[in-house]
Each structure stands twice: as structure tokens, then as C-alpha cells.
């Protein structure tokens, strides 16, 4: 069983950067495939960034390409997505998600855990 939490959320204005974290517990989290999700207002939630297990490879939605950065430290069992040039279509809750295989996958019907989101709002 792997818990996530994410932290980080906040208000900020177009053009400013945030750093989102995601912090695993399990002893097995550190083998596992992290993404991030986001979902905003009366939209599905879509996939954002996804990371495997050692890091070597890395996944970005063409939304967010050239803007943000998916990185995880394994030693603090924790994900993060730096996220530079924020727009106000940024604007959403952002879920960090997990699941066991060593594949990224950008359904989100493929990950088995999810956190309980942190909010990111860019005023304009």
C-alpha cells in the first residue's frame, strides 16, 4: 500500500514558478512509476508529467513541454513537479498518482494510487 501527499499549491500570477511536491509512504515506493494529474473546473483530469522509478525516463503532456520539470529523490520517497512560465490555463488541482509497473502510462486508469490534490490557481 503506498499513501501520497501533495504540497505546494498555492495563488500565484502568469509568468511565476512552483514547486509541487509528493511525498510517498511504503518502503516500496521508491520502485515505483510517479505522475502527476490535474483537474480543472468542469474538465477531466488529465495527464501532466510522469516519471519512472530510477528516473531515467520522464513523460510530458505537450501542454506543459518546455515548462515544467518532473523529478523525484528516492532517499526522501518524494516526487516534484517544478512548474516555470505558469499560464492561467495552469489553473487546476494537481494530483500526484502511482502505480508498480516500470512503464508510463498517461491514462489515468492505470495508476493504482492517488493523493488528495493540492490547488495551483495563476491569475492573469
Known amino acids: 500500500q503506498v499513501q501520497l501527499v501533495e504540497s505546494g499549491g498555492g495563488l500565484v500570477q502568469a509568468g511565476d514558478s512552483l514547486r509541487l511536491s509528493c511525498a510517498a509512504s511504503?518502503?516500496?515506493?521508491?520502485?515505483?512509476?510517479m505522475a502527476w494529474f490535474r483537474q480543472a473546473p468542469g474538465k477531466e483530469r488529465e495527464f501532466v508529467a510522469a516519471?519512472?522509478?530510477?528516473?531515467?525516463?520522464?513523460h510530458y503532456a505537450d501542454s506543459v513541454k518546455g515548462r515544467f520539470t518532473i523529478s523525484r529523490d528516492n532517499a526522501k520517497n518524494t516526487v516534484y513537479l517544478q512548474m516555470n512560465s505558469l499560464k492561467p490555463e495552469d489553473t487546476a488541482v494537481y494530483y500526484c498518482?502511482?502505480?508498480?509497473?516500470?512503464?508510463?502510462?498517461?491514462?489515468?486508469?492505470?495508476?493504482?494510487?492517488w493523493g488528495q490534490g493540492t490547488q495551483v490557481t495563476v491569475s492573469s
Open positions: 498518482a502511482a502505480h508498480s509497473r516500470p512503464m508510463i502510462y498517461i491514462s489515468r486508469t492505470r495508476y493504482d494510487y
Open positions: 511504503g518502503r516500496t515506493s521508491r520502485t515505483y512509476t
Open positions: 516519471i519512472t522509478s530510477g528516473g531515467g525516463n520522464t
